[in-house]
T-cell receptor, first 109, second 121 residues
């Protein structure tokens, strides 16, 4: 079946630092790829997605590019804010959503 | 828009009792709802998929007689953990697919509830 491997946390950064959270996947066919974010006390929210190779998803300053050759979908942001503190999940979908383990990100002022 | 709620947000119960968790889509009709289970520091694992008005489809290894799922309306699905035991303690998350408000359905997008933490003593 499909699987997702993402960077283990927790990750702690200073405000305005550059962020990368690595994500690689194993899946058959041509899956869509997602990043979800879970803020404290809230449900998962879709952060961004990409549906085919070389697509770049972006939202709220976050970006991720669908790299089929390396089966990766790394999440990046150039300058993080305290409000970005949350748990981030990488996910792949064929018939169903398969999640990575999540990466807890804490941004300190 | 596309808000999903869960109730209760947390519950503590004694071993052997049953617990019901509700999942509601507040501002859209969800023909499909999903139930996930999340252990500490682990992925969300899909337990079952339910379509309104039909029986749920369970993932391999999930006991259908222990985790009863009812999807009686387009806005409500329930998960009942029957005869709960300490090993059932976990974080249960539901999601609902497809805001159907007259516009195009966003394919494959699921909207997640905030989760329910179950502790069985």
């Amino acid at each position: 079946g499909d699987s997702v491997t993402q960077m283990e946390g927790p990750v702690t950064l200073s405000e305005e630092a550059f962020l990368t959270i690595n994500c690689t996947y194993t899946a058959t066919g041509y899956p869509s790829l997602f990043w979800y974010v879970q803020y404290p006390g809230e449900g998962l929210q879709l952060l961004l997605k990409a549906t085919k190779a070389d697509d770049k998803g972006s939202n709220k300053g976050f970006e991720a590019t669908y790299r089929k050759e390396t089966t990766s979908f790394h999440l990046e942001k150039g300058s993080v804010q305290v409000s970005d503190s949350a748990v981030y999940f990488c996910a792949v979908i064929n018939e169903k959503l398969t999640f990575g383990t999540g990466t807890r990100l804490t941004i300190i002022p | 828009g596309a808000v999903v709620s869960q109730h209760p947000s947390w519950v503590i119960c004694k071993s052997g009792t049953s617990v019901k968790i509700e999942c509601r889509s507040l501002d859209f009709q969800a023909t499909t709802m999903f139930w996930y289970r999340q252990f500490p520091k682990q992925s969300l694992m899909l337990m079952a998929t339910s379509n309104e008005g039909s029986k749920a489809t369970y993932e391999q290894g999930v006991e259908k007689d222990k985790f009863l799922i009812n999807h009686a309306s387009l806005t409500l699905s329930t998960l009942t953990v029957t005869s709960a035991h300490p090993e059932d303690s976990s974080f249960y998350i539901c999601s609902a697919r497809g805001p159907s408000r007259g516009g195009p359905v966003i394919r494959n997008e699921q909207f997640f509830g905030p989760g329910t933490r179950l502790t069985v003593l």
